[in-house]
Structures are given as structure tokens and as C-alpha cells.
Nanobody, 111 residues
Framework: QVQVAESGGGLVQAGGSLRLSCAAS????????MAWYRQAPGKQRELVAR???????NYIDSVKGRFTISRDNAKNTVYLQMNSLKPEDTAVYYC?????WGQGTTVTVSS
């Protein structure tokens, strides 16, 4: 059973930064793509960023140039560096790996 655990959320003012971390248990971490999703109140969950096993990345348009996804295979961890945060980035952020979800971490951006 794979376990996925996020951390790093919090309250930040608009224009600030946060770094989310996601640790995934299980073997062969490096072979899997990893992704960050978010769900704002009253909205559907959406894919924010994804990184493949080869390190290729993609982002939704609204975070391009502000967010960076990266991975450290030695630590079984994926990160989401979020800069220039906006109130509309407020959401619960979830980490996802091949059918397994974390419990989410809350990011609140105040204006």
C-alpha cells in the first residue's frame, strides 16, 4: 500500500511564497509520474502541475511562471514551489501518484 503525505501549507499574504512537499512511500518512486492537484471551495479538483519519471513538467496556465514542480528521487519526495501567490491560489493542495492521494494541505492566500 502506497502512502502519500503532503506538508507545507499555510497562510501567506498575496505576493508571498510557499513550498509544498509530498513524501510517497513504496519502492520504485523514480519510475512514477507525480502530480499536484488543488481544490478550491465550491470548485472541482484541478491538476496544477505534473512531473514525469524523466523530469518533464507541465502546468496549468494560471500558475505558469509562478509555480515550479520538482522531485528528489533519493528522498521519495516531490515539491511544489509557489511564488507570487494570489488569493485565487487558495485551495487544498493534493499530491497524487498513480491512483494514490494524500490527505491534502491547505494553502490560504490573503489579499
Amino acid at each position: 500500500q502506497v502512502q502519500v503525505a503532503e506538508s507545507g501549507g499555510g497562510l501567506v499574504q498575496a505576493g508571498g511564497s510557499l513550498r509544498l512537499s509530498c513524501a510517497a512511500s513504496g519502492s520504485n518512486f523514480s519510475r512514477y509520474a507525480m502530480a499536484w492537484y488543488r481544490q478550491a471551495p465550491g470548485k472541482q479538483r484541478e491538476l496544477v502541475a505534473r512531473i514525469t519519471s524523466l523530469g518533464n513538467t507541465n502546468y496549468i496556465d494560471s500558475v505558469k511562471g509562478r509555480f515550479t514542480i520538482s522531485r528528489d528521487n533519493a528522498k521519495n519526495t516531490v515539491y511544489l514551489q509557489m511564488n507570487s501567490l494570489k488569493p485565487e491560489d487558495t485551495a487544498v493542495y493534493y499530491c497524487y501518484r498513480d491512483g494514490f492521494w494524500g490527505q491534502g494541505t491547505t494553502v490560504t492566500v490573503s489579499s
